[in-house]
């Protein structure tokens, strides 16, 4: 008896943006995604559309290439997941993403839902929900959230521009999970995968879109290249803003100095592969995923968080892998300066074995139960408050003695938990990120009254002893001063 054949329906979607304009990107067929997925299921608000009833442009071929990049960054993620993980209990048992949520050049996940924006640049129409790369990239927000609750709140430019690189890190791998993509970037790079390539280009369009308000606003030929040179620096010590060309503690841009070791990782972890294929790029991407999820889980929310998020990378190569890619690992850290060079030489095996004894014995990885990541009160007055702000500092227990390059040599001596935290309040004011109700202000308040450029908000607190700090989201959109 012959078997009936059977038709897998598609849907028509980006693989991973729409490009620059004027682009010659052409959407691809895709089998009908799944969202309801655990354990990270999305549901897109409204009714889904027929599969296959939209071209570039509409609202179906949107709602279908987001659902295509959501799909694809649960499938990234979800099996990284430890047992038992749900979203952010605010967020519910499915993620709800918004694809137009009106005009504006954004995205944000803000502990609720995903929401996405439209607007035109130059005659082109931009719409952030339709670049399956700033899908997956909110996405990547709210994973991250899933997995490290207590990075949400911190007073740490280097905890925050973690959240921005592990949600290019999301796009970057939601990308490399196509075939076509792996194989258009090998042809590309030459098999250098740490070169420039469309995946390593996040978000084209919708850094088009901000280089036409402001050129030197982001990178030259995306939103973020994370094929990038640049090397780390406290955060204390750099300025607040700074053209993309250099870094700054803005946490958009110092993320690409995570990001850029990311790539150079899953390079040199593809370099290793016996034949380097397509095949071999798709492991190197997903060992170099999972490596990145185990670290997130066990590093300690500190001052010098990329050290030792860097430091738990090679610590969990060597217990999974033997070490396999430990050179890889420290070449990609060291060459961005996120661990000095004696800090990778001396996590050796043996150094590392001790190591994860040491947290086995302490019951796991992740903060001890009942730990908090403590509170520092700060004056309000230098701040145009009427009241002290209680802020969250990062404040974990530090397990590597690794720090970042000093480019002069050496290691760097991060900064305390309390001058992180209030040089990070204090850019937050001075990039208008922060929110303050009218009664708060003292007469000389500096804050911002444009609500679409904040993401945090200063209240009182429950007890009504003062002020405090609150995260309200992540938010794509740059500080006002560079989008008009
Ligand atoms: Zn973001």
Redesign the pocket.
């Known amino acids: 008896m012959a078997l009936p054949e059977v038709t897998v329906p598609t849907v028509l979607a980006w693989e991973d943006d729409p490009g620059e304009p004027p682009s010659d990107r052409m959407p691809i067929h895709r089998p009908v995604p799944d969202l309801d997925t655990p354990p990270l299921p999305t549901a897109i608000a409204g009714r889904a559309p027929a599969p296959d009833g939209g071209m570039p442009g509409s609202a179906a071929f949107r709602y279908w290439t987001a659902a295509d990049a959501l799909s694809r960054g649960s499938a990234v993620w979800g099996p990284l997941m430890p047992p038992g993980t749900t979203w952010h209990r605010t967020v519910g048992p499915k993620l709800t993403v918004r694809l137009d949520e009106g005009e504006d050049l954004n995205a944000y996940y803000d502990r609720r839902s995903l929401s996405f924006f439209h607007t035109t640049v130059a005659g082109v129409e931009v719409y952030s929900g339709e670049s399956a790369e700033v899908v997956a990239?909110?996405l990547g927000?709210a994973v991250l959230d899933a997995l490290r609750p207590q990075l949400w709140n911190v007073a740490s430019a280097e905890a925050e521009a973690l959240?921005?690189s592990f949600?290019d890190i999301s796009a970057l791998l939601a990308a490399l999970r196509l075939e076509s993509v792996r194989s258009a970037v090998l042809a590309e790079t030459r098999g250098f995968v740490e070169a420039s390539s469309r995946a390593s280009r996040i978000a084209e369009q919708l850094g088009w879109a901000l280089r036409q308000r402001n050129a030197n606003g982001v990178d030259a030929n995306a939103l973020r290249e994370a094929s990038n040179r640049h090397f780390y620096r406290d955060p204390v010590h750099l300025p607040p803003s700074a053209p993309a060309t250099e870094l700054s503690s803005e946490p958009?841009s110092f993320s690409r100095v995570f990001t850029g070791a990311f790539l150079k990782i899953i390079a040199g972890i593809f370099q290793q592969q016996p034949v380097r294929d397509s095949e071999a790029l798709a492991r190197a991407a997903g060992i170099s995923a999972v490596l990145l999820a185990d670290a997130v889980l066990a590093a300690p929310v500190v001052t010098g968080y990329y050290a030792q998020l860097a430091a738990h990378m090679i610590a969990a190569d060597q217990e999974l892998h033997g070490g396999e890619h430990g050179q890889a690992l420290r070449s990609a850290f060291v060459r961005h300066g996120i661990i000095s060079l004696a800090g990778a030489t001396s996590l050796t095996g043996e150094a590392l074995r001790e190591h994860g004894r040491g947290i086995a014995e302490s019951g796991g990885p992740g903060p001890a139960a009942g730990e908090e990541l403590s509170d520092l009160t700060i004056p309000g007055d230098v701040y145009g408050l009427v009241d002290g702000v209680a802020v969250t500092m990062p404040t974990e227990q530090t397990r590597f003695a690794v720090a970042g390059s000093d480019p002069a040599g050496g290691a760097l001596e991060p900064a305390g938990p309390r001058q992180a935290a209030m040089a990070y309040i204090e850019d937050l004011f001075r990039r208008s990120r922060i929110g303050v109700n009218e009664e708060l202000r003292a007469e000389t308040s500096v804050v911002a009254d444009d609500r679409r450029t904040r993401t945090h908000e200063i209240v009182r607190t429950d007890r009504g002893d003062g002020l405090q700090l609150l995260r309200r989201r992540?938010?794509?959109r740059p500080a006002r001063a560079t989008v008009p």
Do not use: M, Q, R
């Open positions: 990239h909110e927000h959240h921005e949600g958009h992540f938010a794509a």
